[in-house]
Nanobody, 126 residues
Framework: QVQLVESGGGLVQAGGSLRLSCACA??????????MGWFRQAPGKEREFVAA????????EYVDSVKGRFTISRDNIKNTLYLEMNSLKPEDMAVYYC?????????????????WGQGTQVTVSS
């Protein structure tokens, strides 16, 4: 069983920064056994992929719209996933979710992830 809890969302002006965290509680396995991802969903839109990272924190992948601005990382000792977001734009405004799957790497496909957090709201004012 995996429980994911996101935090760090809030209101920020365009051009500002936020750091999202996803605390992971795992039973019978370890956080380092899971590939992780960040997704977001804006009102009236489908949930979309933002970034993914393999279980060791080596392989990373981003949607084109956030490349060079967002950085995904993980701390397998602290059981936490991060998303550093810089140069935020109004179009980044959404609820951000972290997701996990017991595999080395998943990538961009939403339906392949097995566990999801409840989300944290990111609001960007122009």
């Amino acid at each position: 069983q995996v429980q994911l809890v996101e935090s760090g969302g809030g209101l920020v002006q365009a051009g500002g920064s936020l750091r999202l965290s996803c605390a992971c509680a795992v039973s019978r396995r370890t956080f380092g056994d899971y590939a992780m991802g960040w997704f977001r969903q804006a009102p009236g839109k489908e949930r979309e992929f933002v970034a993914a990272i393999d279980r060791l924190g080596v392989r990373r992948e981003y949607v084109d719209s956030v490349k060079g601005r967002f950085t995904i990382s993980r701390d397998n000792i602290k059981n936490t996933l991060y998303l550093e977001m810089n140069s935020l734009k109004p179009e980044d405004m959404a609820v951000y979710y972290c997701a996990a799957k017991f595999v080395s790497y998943v990538g961009i496909t939403t339906r392949l992830y097995d566990y999801w957090g409840q989300g944290t709201q990111v609001t960007v004012s122009s």
